[in-house]
Nanobody, 114 residues
Framework: VQLQAFGGGLVQAGGSLRLSCAAS????????MGWYRQAPGKQRELVAT???????NYENSVKGRFIISRDNAKNAVNLQMNDLKPEDTAVYYC?????????WGQGTQVTVSS
């Protein structure tokens, strides 16, 4: 199973981007889906997660600006990013967890210019 993430790019501060991630085939019962990001020289950090029941959790700096959603029928997870800031610049990775197995996307670059 491969996760394909897309939607990254270059945007000015205050702009918006929408990231999407889909599995190459049906995984089965997916528990959590989410997004991490890694900026140059920094550790990978959690951005947002969403459970199978729709419960969401966000990193403090993105609360009120980012919205995570999922499409269970398509095994897909999305991240709507609004009011982007230069500190949001990073490679964004999607993941899906089904039981004890975790699947990761290849990463998509988001660059926010000031």
């Amino acid at each position: 199973v491969q996760l394909q993430a897309f939607g990254g790019g270059l945007v000015q501060a205050g702009g918006s981007l929408r990231l999407s991630c889909a599995a190459s085939r049906v995984i089965g019962s997916i528990n959590d889906m989410g997004w991490y990001r890694q900026a140059p020289g920094k550790q990978r950090e959690l951005v947002a997660t969403i459970t199978s029941g729709g419960y969401t959790n966000y990193e403090n700096s993105v609360k009120g600006r980012f919205i995570i959603s999922r499409d269970n029928a398509k095994n897909a997870v999305n991240l709507q990013m609004n009011d982007l800031k230069p500190e949001d610049t990073a490679v964004y990775y999607c993941y899906m967890r089904a039981g004890v197995r975790a699947y990761w996307g290849q990463g998509t670059q988001v660059t926010v210019s000031s």
